[in-house]
């Protein structure tokens, strides 16, 4: 099975723009959750959808949104770029079944804001 | 505020020693996982705990769950160079698929 991809592979926007970000999982999961990662923080939990239906949401501004295609490919889209939201944004997909909540991650998207 | 604390930080050995890495909250978890990221990649899973007092095994790396399940440890035996990059650890809270990960630790092993 092909794993978790994302594109693009890396990204620089200048503050104000918006970005958009994609996600398609591995064959067969339904589920996609979106994580932030800086040097500072570590990795930090963006949303989760399923379904097409955004089941969970970490604590992040309302700048942050997301989606999900019938097909489950996923879109996270980030509007007025501040110069923190530099980070490496990662992917992952979940089959949701079992209580093991495995997630499988994709290489990332860097974003750079100057 | 993070709900797992990973220690040491940052790790450096020599070749052929064992190491211990560790991974504490006063939270409970459902489910805890462990990766390993390398630079400029997405974490892989190694492993995921589900028992509380579970031990799980990956040829040189022994995975432990406490048996209260708030804390999980890491035991590497006989590092290798292949070993190094950043070891994250994960967990799950009730039925939610939010992973809460502690900052990491970073293991670097020298020939």
């Known amino acids: 099975k092909a794993g978790v991809t994302q594109t693009p592979r890396y990204l620089i926007k200048t503050r104000g723009q918006q970005v958009t970000l994609s996600c398609s999982p591995i064959?067969?999961?339904?589920?996609v959750s979106w994580y932030q990662q800086t040097p500072g923080q570590g990795l930090q939990f963006l949303f989760e959808?399923?379904?097409?239906?955004?089941?969970n949401k970490g604590n992040f501004p309302g700048r942050f949104s997301g989606r999900q295609f019938s097909n489950s490919r996923s879109e996270m889209n980030v509007s007025t770029l501040e110069l923190g939201d530099s980070a490496l944004y990662l992917c992952?997909?979940?089959?949701?079944?079992?209580?093991?909540?495995?997630?499988?991650f994709g290489p990332g998207t860097r974003l750079t804001v100057l | 505020t993070q709900l797992l604390e990973q220690s040491p930080q940052f790790l450096s050995i020599q070749e052929g020693e064992n190491l211990t890495v560790y991974c504490n909250s006063s939270?409970?978890?459902?489910?805890l996982q462990w990766y390993r990221q390398e630079p400029g990649e997405g974490p892989v899973l190694l492993v995921t705990?589900?028992?509380?007092?579970e031990v799980k095994k990956l040829k040189r790396l022994t995975f432990q769950f406490g048996d209260a399940r708030k804390d999980s440890s890491l035991h590497i035996t006989a590092a290798q160079p292949g070993d190094t990059g950043l070891y994250l650890c994960?967990?799950?809270?009730?039925?939610?698929?939010?992973?809460?990960f502690g900052k990491g630790t970073s293991l670097l092993v020298t020939p």
């Open positions: 994960a967990g799950a809270m009730g039925s939610g698929y939010a992973l809460n």
């Open positions: 705990v589900v028992t509380g007092g």
């Open positions: 939270s409970v978890f459902s489910s």
């Open positions: 992952a997909s979940s089959a949701r079944t079992g209580v093991e909540r495995e997630q499988f």
């Open positions: 064959s067969g999961h339904r589920s």
């Open positions: 959808y399923f379904s097409e239906t955004q089941r």
